[in-house]
Nanobody, 124 residues
Framework: QVQLVESGGGLVQAGGSLRLSCAAS????????LGWFRQLPRKEREFVAA????????DHADFVKGRFTISRDNGKNTVYLQMNSLKPEDTAVYYC?????????????????WGQGTHVTVSS
């Protein structure tokens, strides 16, 4: 079992930055690939970024490339999402998720564990 707790969401103006954190417990952290997803109102959950167990492989959705960066600190059991140049359309609930394997995936159904989400609101 893995417990995931996100933090760092909030209200920011367009063009600003936020860093989301997700603290994990309950399983050897480096055995799990981790991902960030987001869900807009009345929309399906969508892939944002993922990182492999070791951290040497990452994947980012096209709409965040050059703006968002995923990273992890296995010593702290924490994964981060640095979000720069935020846009109003980035407003969503952001979720952290963990797989049972080390390789990344953009498919939310491949993730076994989910956090409760953190709200990000970008004002224009």
């Amino acid at each position: 079992q893995v417990q995931l707790v996100e933090s760092g969401g909030g209200l920011v103006q367009a063009g600003g930055s936020l860093r989301l954190s997700c603290a994990a417990s309950g399983r050897t952290f480096s055995y799990s690939a981790l991902g960030w997803f987001r869900q807009l109102p009345r929309k399906e959950r969508e892939f944002v970024a993922a990182i492999s167990g070791s951290g040497d492989s990452t994947d980012h959705a096209d709409f965040v490339k050059g703006r968002f960066t995923i990273s992890r600190d296995n010593g702290k059991n924490t994964v981060y999402l640095q979000m720069n140049s935020l846009k109003p359309e980035d407003t969503a609930v952001y979720y952290c998720a963990a797989r049972r394997v080390v390789v990344t995936s953009a498919d939310p159904t491949d993730y076994a564990y989910w956090g409760q989400g953190t709200h990000v609101t970008v004002s224009s």
